[in-house]
C-alpha cells in the first residue's frame, strides 16, 4: 500500500530536540484528527525513541537523529527514527524491561518497554558500530483517517 503522505527531518542529537522531533510528528498527524489520546501515545513513543538516540546512540558525542513518518490510506501512521550511533549488542536483552546500557543509574530502562505499550508494533534493528532503527506503527482510528486517502 502507497503512503498518502509523507515527511522526513533530521536534527542534531541534543536533548532540546526531542520536544521538535515530537512535535513534529503530531503536526503531521492533524489531518487525520487522531484522539487527544492516541496522539498523546504517538508524541510519548516518538519520545522515547529519540531519547534513546540522543542517550544511548550517541552516548557522549553529537550526532544525527533522523525521523519519517508516513500516512496510509488505512489510518496507519509508520513512524522511523534512527541514529548512526553505537547500535545495539543485544536488541532482546535492551527491550527488556529496567534493562539500561546507562551506568550512571538516572534512567529507567523502561523506553521499550512504554512505545511497546502505547504503539500496535515496535520494531527495532540495529548493527553495532553503525546505528539503530526504530519503527513505530500505529493505527488511527478516527472518522478523518479514511477521508484522507480521497
Same mark, same amino acid.
Given at each position: 500500500?502507497?503512503?498518502?503522505?509523507?515527511?522526513?527531518?533530521?536534527f542534531?542529537?541534543?536533548?532540546?530536540?526531542?520536544?521538535?522531533?515530537?512535535?513534529?510528528?503530531?503536526?503531521?498527524?492533524?489531518?487525520?484528527?487522531?484522539?487527544?489520546?492516541?496522539?498523546?501515545?504517538?508524541?510519548?513513543? *516518538?519520545?522515547?525513541?529519540?531519547?534513546?538516540?540522543?542517550?544511548?546512540?550517541?552516548?557522549?558525542?553529537?550526532?544525527? *537523529?533522523?525521523?519519517?513518518?508516513?500516512l496510509?490510506?488505512?489510518?496507519?501512521?509508520?513512524?522511523?527514527?534512527?541514529?548512526?550511533?553505537?547500535?545495539?549488542?543485544?536488541?532482546?536483552?535492551?527491550?527488556?524491561?529496567?534493562?539500561?546500557?546507562?551506568?550512571?543509574?538516572?534512567?529507567?530502562?523502561?523506553?521499550?518497554a512504554?512505545?511497546q505499550?502505547?504503539?500496535?508494533?515496535?520494531?527495532?534493528?540495529?548493527v553495532?558500530?553503525?546505528?539503530?532503527?526504530?519503527?513505530?506503527?500505529?493505527?488511527?482510528?478516527?472518522?478523518?483517517?479514511?477521508?484522507?486517502?480521497?
Amino acid at each position: 500500500m502507497k503512503a498518502i503522505n509523507e515527511m522526513k527531518l533530521s536534527f542534531p542529537s541534543r536533548s532540546a530536540n526531542e520536544g521538535f522531533a515530537r512535535g513534529a510528528v503530531a503536526a503531521f498527524l492533524t489531518p487525520l484528527d487522531p484522539t487527544a489520546s492516541e496522539l498523546v501515545d504517538v508524541k510519548t513513543a *516518538v519520545s522515547e525513541a529519540v531519547t534513546n538516540c540522543i542517550v544511548h546512540g550517541y552516548r557522549d558525542t553529537i550526532g544525527t *537523529v533522523f525521523v519519517t513518518a508516513a500516512l496510509y490510506p488505512d489510518g496507519r501512521v509508520v513512524i522511523k527514527i534512527r541514529d548512526k550511533g553505537c547500535g545495539i549488542e543485544d536488541i532482546p536483552k535492551a527491550m527488556e524491561p529496567l534493562y539500561t546500557s546507562c551506568q550512571t543509574g538516572e534512567r529507567a530502562g523502561l523506553g521499550f518497554a512504554v512505545m511497546q505499550s502505547l504503539m500496535d508494533r515496535v520494531k527495532v534493528r540495529s548493527v553495532p558500530g553503525k546505528g539503530t532503527q526504530v519503527t513505530l506503527t500505529k493505527r488511527i482510528t478516527s472518522r478523518e483517517a479514511a477521508s484522507c486517502s480521497r
